[in-house]
Every structure is written in structure tokens, then in C-alpha cells.
């Protein structure tokens, strides 16, 4: 192996290859390949033809050399924001999603992203290029001096780092192979600053590379660990199944509702598993959750973690006496880690496997007669959905001055239903809570949020990923707080030209405006805003299109315009400073609300 002089090339910025008189190009033998080369090679190799990132030292060379061979980089204002677009166009995809960031700043920036990945079980790969190992490890205070490695690990699923050009195959294999298999998730992969001008023979390099093979096995559940799950559903007379983003991220929508119908099951979806089934499907009990959560004695869930979104399987939601009661209900469970069982209260009929392949095994033993649940439990369910969805329509009608969330979001609604194919992205307290009951999905994979973490700033990170993936149409639904978190990537949606419709619920502050400093004191509430924000100017700066709507009629409009024109825009809507209540559905966990 040859290896080049030490320091960090990676920042020269030549455009055109320099062609010397020994037939050298960019400084590089024709029959020698570098680093830059082989991370191309090794990408393209694997499919993967997207990369989302910031440039600077010492990859913005890398950015170039990526574009040039052909990978579309999307070059994004802060790495935060590129790392949820990278984990969405993972969770869209079933490839993992790459983010690509500078040294120590830049890679704990997109750190947020990867560990979020992590927890909601998102491939991807964070790589960020990182300054020298000899003087990082004896902390002689390099640029950027940071060990990212060890830093990665506790918040990724593995974390690898490459010092050598011919290993560049084996670490872009292996975080491959570690994004997708099993249990998907974040994988962190360090490429310090001198591998990326390193040469090796270019036959050698070649063969070094790896085309991941099948890089997320089909995982067949057990005959009888599907047979258990059967007789235990067969058994139930109020029988429920969950689907979580699990489900909608395994891809396998036919033989999921066709399990759903054929079982005549009453399901819920978890707020990414809307629309994998459409929402007005008459099967649903989303309009009924509190009364079927508790009532159910059977629950199937399908790629559903029972984590405090489900309130830990037990408890008061669960129709327990106290908190820590698990009750007497029984639990199905499809999940491909094997450790997700028993992980909160008993699960007593534990299927291991991808979701496909469970759910199809599971369809191929019950046959065509399966008996359908008890027509008490179908009934008491129906009329529950109609007296929820009777009280919804009424809040839906109302037309107050100024808007309110119900007011504005039933147009967000019609926008939705006219429009099956758009994405929808949603973040917020209340914006996120009233849009997730509020607004019908009818296609899989349509809605992106906050997921496990209710993590604020994933808004136009996840738009653009969505926009570039799909080349679908996107709505964003923003709290006004929560779009404060990644406001400036509106410069990247005009960048790029992309079709998304970003629309602002508008009420001075986070989760309400009204509130006042009581001290006497000279500084705002910290839960207040700048009354009246313009913030439709901050997408016109970019040349987007930014509307200010104050009714409903002007919202409809303009996202009317949005969808038909699919240039970016930005609707302020304008709402009510008092409509909101603290932390939207989940007041109950900020802890004054847990002492009461
Ligand atoms: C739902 N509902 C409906 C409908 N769909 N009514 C009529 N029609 C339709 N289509 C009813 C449903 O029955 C519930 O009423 C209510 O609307 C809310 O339904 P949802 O959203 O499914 O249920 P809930 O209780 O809010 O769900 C719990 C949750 C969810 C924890 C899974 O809140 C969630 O995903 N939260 C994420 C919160 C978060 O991350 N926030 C970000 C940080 S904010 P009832 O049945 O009468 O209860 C920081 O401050
Ligand atoms: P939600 O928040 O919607 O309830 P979670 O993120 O809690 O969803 O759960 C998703 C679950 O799905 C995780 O436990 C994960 O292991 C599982 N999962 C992800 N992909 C697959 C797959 N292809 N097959 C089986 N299980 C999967």
C-alpha cells in the first residue's frame, strides 16, 4: 500500500482533474485509487445514490467528487437537519439513509439525528470525516480534536471507523449490513481526514470493495411460535391488533390488511402507521382508542413497542387500578428483536421475524374460516366511533375568529383527502396532537413525526427527505415552536426547488401565546414569541412563496395554490393565542402534573 503524505487534502478544490506529464491524474497514478474513490465506489456499489449533508473541512471535496460521479447531494444548512433526512429517506426507503458531515461540531450536530434513528429503528449511516487519530488519542489539540467513534457508539447501533483505503469496503459493508439487518437503526462510520487521499493499487482497491448481499435477511417466525399466536387470537372475545411505524416500515401492506380483513380484527394505528391502512377504513378504532385500549383482552401487536406511547402495556390506559397493574389481558407480539418481548409487562405469545414473513405465515394458517370477533365487541366499538367522530364533526364545524386548530387543520383535512399521494409532516405539542387525530391518511408511509422520541426540529430535515425520495408533493404542519428548531432549511427548499407546502399553526409561542411573565420582571414569558412573527417573509427571502392566512377560506386557497404550483411555500396561519393547552395530549408527563 502507498500511502500519500499525511496532511488533509481533502480541502483542495479542483474542479476539473489535473492531468500531468507522467500521465498522472489529480496527483494519482492511473493505476492507483484513492480514498474519495473507493467511499464512491464503495456507495454506488450499494445502491446508494442520495447523500444528505454540510461541506467542509475535510470533505467538501467528497461533496464535489460525490456529485460528479453522479450521487444527487443534498447540502443542507445545519447537520442536524440533514441527519433526519437522511433517517426518513432510511425509514421511506429500506436503504439506509447517508448523512455526511464535517469533524467533531459538525458530527455531534448530526449526532441528535443518528441517535434518534436509533430509537425509532430508522436506518441510517451518519459519516463524518474526523482529524488526525495520533494527535486526537494523545489530545495534543488537533482541528476539531474529538474521539467521534467512542462518542457514537452509546447512541448508535454500531459505530465503525476506517483507517486504511483497503478497508473502506469491509466499513461501508459493515454499516450497511448493521443499518438494515434485524432490528434497523442508526450506524455511525468515521473517515479521518488522511484515509481520503490514501492510494492503493487500483485492481487491489477494486476487489476490495464489497455489494452487500441480502443485507436484511428475511427472519421466518417458528411454526408454532405462529401457532401459539393463533390459538391465543382465536381465543379472544374482544381481540385488537396495533400496528406501529414497524409495520409501515416493513413494506408489507397487502398481507398486512389483508390479515386485518380476513380476521375482521379492530386495529389502532400508532401516528406512522396511519394510512397504512386508510384511516376511514371500517375497521379502524383510532376514533375509539380509549375505550378499546382498555377493553381489549387480546392485543396483537405488529411492529408497536410497548413504550410509554402505550402507556408500558399497563396501567390506568389499560384499564388497570393502578399504575404498575398489568392486568389480565394477553399479549401478542410480532417483532424482529427478539429482546422487544417481556420488555414491559409479559408478552405471552412472542412471534420472532421480519413482519412480512410473520404476518404471511401468520395468513397462511388461518385459512378462510376464521371466526369474526364477537358482534358485542364490533358494536360497542362502532358506537363509540360514532359518538368521537360526531363530537369531531362539531368541533370541525365551527368557524371562530380568530382560527383555531380545529378550524384550520379541517382545511389542512380536505387538503389531505384531495390529495392521498402528498406526504404529510407533522411536529408540535398541540399542532402535532389535534393534526394526528384531525387529518386522515389513506396511503402507507404518508406520515412522518415526531415518533419515539417526540423530537422537535425533525420538520424540514424530513420534508426534504420526502420531497427528494418521493418527488410526492409534501405538507409540513408545524407548530410555530417546533418549526423554529430547523426555520432556515427553508433556504434548502428553494435551493432545491422543492413541492413542499409548509404550513405554520401560528399562536405566538410554545403551546400557547398568552402567557405573561408574573415577576414584574422586564423579559417575556420563556414560553412566548415575537406576537404577530411574519414568518411567511423568511420564505419570500428565498424566493419561495410565503401567504399570511387569517381564516380559513385564505388557508384553503392557499395551500389550493401550493399543491397546483409545487413551488415552496410557507403559509402562516394565524390561530388563536389561547388555543393550546401545555405539552398538547401529553399535559399528564410534565412532572407538576404527575404530583397532583
Ligand atoms: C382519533 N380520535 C378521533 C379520530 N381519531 N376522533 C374522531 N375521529 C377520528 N378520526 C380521538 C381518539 O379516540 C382520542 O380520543 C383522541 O382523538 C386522540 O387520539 P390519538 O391521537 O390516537 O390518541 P392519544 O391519546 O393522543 O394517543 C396517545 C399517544 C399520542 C401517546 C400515542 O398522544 C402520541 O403519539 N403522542 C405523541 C406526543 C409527542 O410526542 N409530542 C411531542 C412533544 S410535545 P379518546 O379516545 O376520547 O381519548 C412536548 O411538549
Ligand atoms: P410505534 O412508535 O409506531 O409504536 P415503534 O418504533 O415503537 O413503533 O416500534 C417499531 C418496532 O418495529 C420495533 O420494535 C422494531 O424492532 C420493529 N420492526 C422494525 N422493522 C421491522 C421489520 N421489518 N419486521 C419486524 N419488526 C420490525
Given at each position: 500500500m502507498v500511502e500519500t503524505a499525511t496532511k488533509p487534502a481533502a480541502t483542495t478544490a479542483e474542479d476539473t482533474p489535473k492531468v500531468t506529464r507522467s500521465g498522472e491524474i489529480n496527483g494519482q497514478s492511473q493505476g492507483e485509487i484513492d480514498g474519495f474513490q473507493l467511499i464512491i465506489d464503495a456507495l454506488k456499489l450499494n445502491g446508494i445514490d442520495t447523500i444528505f449533508g454540510l461541506p467542509g473541512i475535510p470533505i467538501t471535496d467528497l461533496t464535489r467528487k460525490l456529485q460528479r460521479a453522479g450521487l444527487r447531494v443534498i447540502s443542507f444548512r445545519h447537520e442536524q437537519n440533514a441527519g433526519y433526512a437522511a433517517s426518513i429517506a432510511g425509514f421511506m426507503t429500506q436503504k439506509p439513509g447517508v448523512c455526511l458531515t464535517v469533524s467533531?461540531?459538525?458530527?455531534?450536530?448530526?449526532?441528535?439525528?443518528?441517535?434518534?434513528?436509533?430509537?425509532?429503528?430508522?436506518?441510517?449511516?451518519?459519516?463524518?470525516?474526523?482529524?488526525?487519530?495520533?494527535?486526537?488519542?494523545?489530545?495534543?489539540?488537533?482541528?476539531?480534536?474529538?474521539?467521534?467513534?467512542?462518542i457514537a457508539r452509546p447512541h448508535a447501533k454500531a459505530a465503525f471507523r476506517v483507517l486504511h483505503a483497503e478497508d473502506i469496503g469491509v466499513g461501508m459493508a459493515r454499516a450497511i449490513r448493521a443499518a438494515l439487518s434485524g432490528r434497523p437503526g442508526g450506524v455511525y462510520l468515521d473517515l479521518p481526514a488522511k484515509l481520503f487521499p490514501q492510494t492503493i493499487d487500483a485492481e487491489l482497491g477494486r476487489k476490495s470493495l464489497i455489494k452487500v448481499v441480502d443485507p436484511a435477511p428475511r427472519q421466518i417466525p417458528a411454526p408454532d411460535a405462529v401457532q401459539r399466536a393463533l390459538e391465543l387470537l382465536k381465543s379472544a372475545k374482544r381481540p385488537l391488533i396495533i400496528l406501529g411505524k414497524g409495520a409501515a416500515y416493513a413494506q408489507a401492506d397487502a398481507d398486512i390488511r389483508a390479515l386485518v380483513e380476513k380476521t375482521g380484527i379492530p386495529y389502532v394505528p400508532m401516528s406512522m402507521a396511519k394510512g397504512l391502512l386508510p384511516d376511514t377504513h371500517e375497521q379502524s378504532a383510532a376514533a375509539a382508542r380509549s375505550y378499546v385500549l382498555p377493553e381489549a383482552d387480546v392485543v396483537l401487536l405488529i411492529g408497536a413497542r410497548l413504550n410509554w406511547l402505550l402507556s408500558h402495556g399497563k396501567g390506568k390506559t389499560w384499564g388497570g387500578k393502578s399504575p404498575k397493574d398489568w392486568g389480565d389481558r394477553k399479549f401478542v407480539q410480532i417483532d424482529i428483536s427478539p429482546q422487544e418481548a417481556d420488555s414491559n409487562v409479559p408478552i405471552d405469545a412472542p412471534v420472532v421475524g421480519d413482519i412480512g414473513s410473520c404476518v404471511s405465515a401468520m395468513l397462511g394458517a388461518i385459512g378462510s374460516n376464521w371466526p369474526k370477533p364477537p358482534a358485542e365487541w364490533l358494536n360497542a366499538i362502532a358506537e363509540r366511533?360514532?359518538?368521537?367522530?360526531?363530537?369531531?364533526?362539531?368541533?370541525?364545524?365551527?368557524?371562530?375568529?380568530?382560527?383555531?386548530?380545529?378550524?384550520?387543520?379541517?382545511?389542512?383535512?380536505?387538503?389531505?383527502?384531495?390529495?392521498?399521494?402528498?406526504?404529510?409532516?407533522?411536529?408540535?405539542?398541540?399542532?402535532?396532537?389535534?393534526?394526528?387525530?384531525?387529518?386522515?391518511?389513506?396511503?402507507?408511509?404518508?406520515?412522518?413525526?415526531?415518533?419515539?422520541?417526540?423530537?422537535?426540529?425533525?420538520?424540514?430535515?424530513?420534508?426534504?427527505?420526502?420531497?427528494?425520495?418521493?418527488?410526492?408533493?409534501?405538507?409540513?404542519?408545524?407548530?410555530?415552536?417546533?418549526?423554529?428548531?430547523?426555520?432556515?432549511?427553508?433556504?434548502?427548499?428553494?435551493?432545491?426547488?422543492?413541492?413542499?407546502?409548509?404550513?405554520?399553526?401560528?399562536?405566538?409561542?410554545?403551546?400557547?401565546?398568552?402567557?405573561?411573565?408574573?415577576?414584574?420582571?422586564?423579559?417575556?414569558?420563556?414560553?412566548?414569541?415575537?406576537?404577530?412573527?411574519?414568518?411567511?417573509?423568511?420564505?419570500?427571502?428565498?424566493?419561495?412563496?410565503?401567504?399570511?392566512?387569517?381564516?380559513?377560506?385564505?388557508?384553503?386557497?392557499?395551500?389550493?395554490?401550493?399543491?397546483?404550483?409545487?413551488?415552496?411555500?410557507?403559509?402562516?396561519?394565524?390561530?388563536?393565542?389561547?388555543?393550546?393547552?401545555?405539552?398538547?395530549?401529553?399535559?399528564?408527563?410534565?412532572?407538576?402534573?404527575?404530583?397532583?
Open positions: 467533531a461540531p459538525g458530527f455531534l450536530n448530526g449526532l441528535t439525528a443518528l441517535a434518534n434513528a436509533t430509537t425509532n429503528c430508522f436506518p441510517m449511516i451518519l459519516i463524518s470525516g474526523s482529524s488526525e487519530r495520533e494527535i486526537v488519542d494523545l489530545q495534543q489539540g488537533d482541528y476539531e480534536e474529538m474521539d467521534q467513534v467512542a366511533k360514532i359518538k368521537n367522530v360526531a363530537k369531531m364533526t362539531e368541533a370541525l364545524a365551527n368557524n371562530p375568529t380568530p382560527m383555531n386548530f380545529h378550524s384550520a387543520l379541517n382545511v389542512v383535512r380536505d387538503i389531505v383527502k384531495a390529495n392521498p399521494d402528498a406526504i404529510l409532516v407533522n411536529e408540535g405539542a398541540n399542532a402535532l396532537d389535534f393534526t394526528r387525530s384531525i387529518v386522515d391518511m389513506y396511503k402507507p408511509r404518508k406520515r412522518l413525526d415526531v415518533g419515539t422520541w417526540g423530537v422537535m426540529g425533525i420538520g424540514m430535515g424530513f420534508s426534504v427527505a420526502a420531497a427528494v425520495v418521493s418527488g410526492e408533493q409534501v405538507i409540513a404542519v408545524e407548530g410555530d415552536s417546533a418549526f423554529g428548531f430547523s426555520g432556515m432549511e427553508v433556504e434548502t427548499l428553494c435551493r432545491y426547488n422543492l413541492p413542499v407546502c409548509i404550513v405554520i399553526l401560528n399562536n405566538n409561542g410554545v403551546y400557547r401565546g398568552d402567557e405573561v411573565n408574573t415577576t414584574g420582571g422586564r423579559d417575556p414569558s420563556p414560553l412566548v414569541f415575537v406576537k404577530g412573527a411574519r414568518y411567511e417573509k423568511l420564505m419570500e427571502a428565498f424566493g419561495g412563496v410565503g401567504v399570511l392566512a387569517t381564516t380559513p377560506a385564505e388557508l384553503r386557497s392557499a395551500m389550493q395554490e401550493a399543491m397546483r404550483s409545487r413551488k415552496p411555500t410557507l403559509i402562516n396561519a394565524v390561530i388563536d393565542e389561547k388555543a393550546g393547552t401545555e405539552s398538547g395530549r401529553i399535559t399528564s408527563l410534565n412532572p407538576t402534573a404527575k404530583k397532583k
